[in-house]
């Protein structure tokens, strides 16, 4: 195997895992807190636009971690240095 | 093996695996968000409305980790850098 | 093994795994949320019109995942264009 093909078959399979197992917990986190807080609404009907906005900002924060996964990925696909430097004349 | 057959091959079980794995979390997130959306509307249903907008953008956001994944999976099918190179003459 | 055959056998292990993996998560997510419906119909009847219409958005929502296995493996098998390169003379 030349390096062209392993260093382009270790960065599809790295930027394919990256994101598949990037994704599980955000997921995960993003369905408890989703869950809690209306489960807090229902508890407290007055409070509701409170807990939205509180809400809404740790979903940003717990999306921001599935958003560093997809930046890598990207990066490995479309900005890699190594196949740059592999596939340079 | 050519380069080609590797490649392909790699980008292949990298597209599915991505796809599968990615789908794990995103479904049972939203299923514990949406049964928890179920069990505050049966014990507040004056709150009907507010518990279903914020049942809403929390889906959003959860669906956006599987639509990542999906994003990943299609670029390494149809817009692979490393397959357009290996085929390139 | 020659590249026909390598590239075949990757697109037709891979569907039918993504396909098998794909289905777990949503089939589990959607029985909770079902399951939590009918238990919330049966607290408050009144109510069983805004859960019934709540639960559907939301089956929805966890159905995209599996509909993203499904169709990532209708393109590995009828749309692959690895195999489309792989097989053009």
Known sequence: M????AIGIASIVTAGITMAIG???PAIGEGNAVSQALRSIAQQPDEANTISRTLFVGLAMIESTAIYCFVVTMILLFANPFWSW???P
Chains 1, 2, 3 share one sequence.
């Open 23 to 25: 994704s599980i917990a």
């Open 86 to 88: 592999v596939i340079s």
């Open 2 to 5: 030349d390096a062209q093909s």
